[in-house]
């Protein structure tokens, strides 16, 4: 495909048509395929079905039965938790549309939840249907499909409350045409969230008793955590045709190692005490760390993945406060880094950077 980042039904359009082939399991109105189904296309099965999520099974199961009842789904986690991608796979899998996402900023618009006006059209014909602008929701409403609300918690109060009706009461009104639009049958909502970020704004109780809440966790070990990264970043340099790296494997599991044992606060071995930065270090930032860096060893190296095309990146994942996380990078690569021998090479390219 010539499109940089294709959604996930068009991605994996032929995963999903074998699935659905294959699908004999009972499927919930307006679902494409059936729980089961959506289950093992997420999880993989080890054979046709590449693995979209890796973390506890049940997990996967608990998010994919709520979307089989009445209750909206909220996915809560700290950053780099595969929120995001979790919600676009489960509505490529569910509907196979993806696209029906609201991105929660501190600027978005009740409109973004309900409706908005073509004002050009109000002006010369005054209110009706025709004048309208559906928002994704609204759309997702009629048509029995997911909607995508990411980013709930950054939303002001006011518009997250604009779900309120929506998932209780299965209804958006228009009290300009004093009319209403009811969900079809297939129609529920995924939303994510985090409470780490700056400029969140809590869930009020009511909207929260309307979701079932699933907290995706960091991954359980560093070898699930290399996993992962080693997927994602062979996906990405597909798709950014980068030319495939011999030694990256042995730097995924050094940044991996870092990552972890900052966000821990101690090393791999439990034998030091180190601090932690400000920033999340999550998994997603790590896949960001390789992937730039196989790009600096293809155009600007010999194509092999060294310590050096990966220690910027790794700095300025760490350093988010110039001030206090510089301190404590500097304690971290003089307690720790420098006293591995194999890391010499790290070592060297992190002061050369710092």
């Not at 899998?93 to 696209?99: K, L, N, P």
């Not at 004002?119 to 928002?135: D, N």
């Amino acid at each position: 495909m010539s499109v940089l980042r294709p959604h996930a039904e068009d991605q994996f359009a032929d995963e999903l048509a074998v699935l659905a082939k294959s699908d004999d399991r009972p499927r919930p109105p307006g679902w494409r395929l059936s729980p089961w189904a959506v289950t093992t296309y997420l999880l993989g099965d080890g054979d046709q079905i590449t693995p979209k999520y890796i973390g506890p099974r049940r997990i996967v199961e608990v998010a994919v039965a709520t979307l089989a009842t009445d209750r909206a789904l909220l996915l809560l986690g700290v950053p780099g938790t595969a929120k995001t991608w979790l919600s676009e796979h489960l509505a490529a899998a569910i509907s196979g549309d993806s696209t029906l996402l609201v991105q929660g900023t501190a600027g978005t618009a009740e409109e973004a939840i309900r409706y908005g006006w073509n004002y050009a059209r109000l002006l010369a014909e005054g209110p009706s249907r025709e004048a309208m602008t559906p928002s994704p929701v609204m759309r997702a409403m009629a048509e029995g499909r997911l909607a995508r609300v990411e980013e709930l918690t950054r939303m002001p109060s006011d518009v997250q409350d604009a779900l309120i009706t929506v998932l209780s009461e299965k209804t958006l009104p228009i009290p300009e045409l004093n009319a209403e639009v009811q969900a079809t049958r297939g129609f529920n909502v995924i939303a994510t969230a985090n409470d780490r970020d700056r400029g969140v704004n809590e869930l009020s109780s009511a909207l929260r008793r309307r979701f079932n809440t699933v907290v995706l966790p960091v991954p359980a070990s560093a070898e699930e955590e290399v996993d992962i990264v080693s997927r994602r970043v062979a996906q990405l340099g597909r798709s950014l045709e980068l030319p495939e790296t011999p030694t990256a494997m042995e730097e995924i599991r050094r940044v991996v190692t870092i990552f972890r044992e900052l966000r821990s606060g101690t090393t791999a071995d439990g034998r030091t005490t180190v601090k932690s930065p400000s920033g999340t270090l999550s998994t997603a930032e790590a896949i960001s760390v390789v992937t730039s860096g196989i790009a600096l060893a293809a155009h600007f190296g010999d194509g092999v993945l060294r310590a050096g095309d990966v220690a910027s990146g790794i700095l300025g994942a760490v350093v988010q406060d110039p001030v206090s996380d510089r301190v404590i990078w500097q304690e971290y690569l003089e307690t720790v880094v420098r006293e591995r021998p194999e890391w010499r090479d790290f070592y060297r390219a992190c002061r050369d950077v710092s």
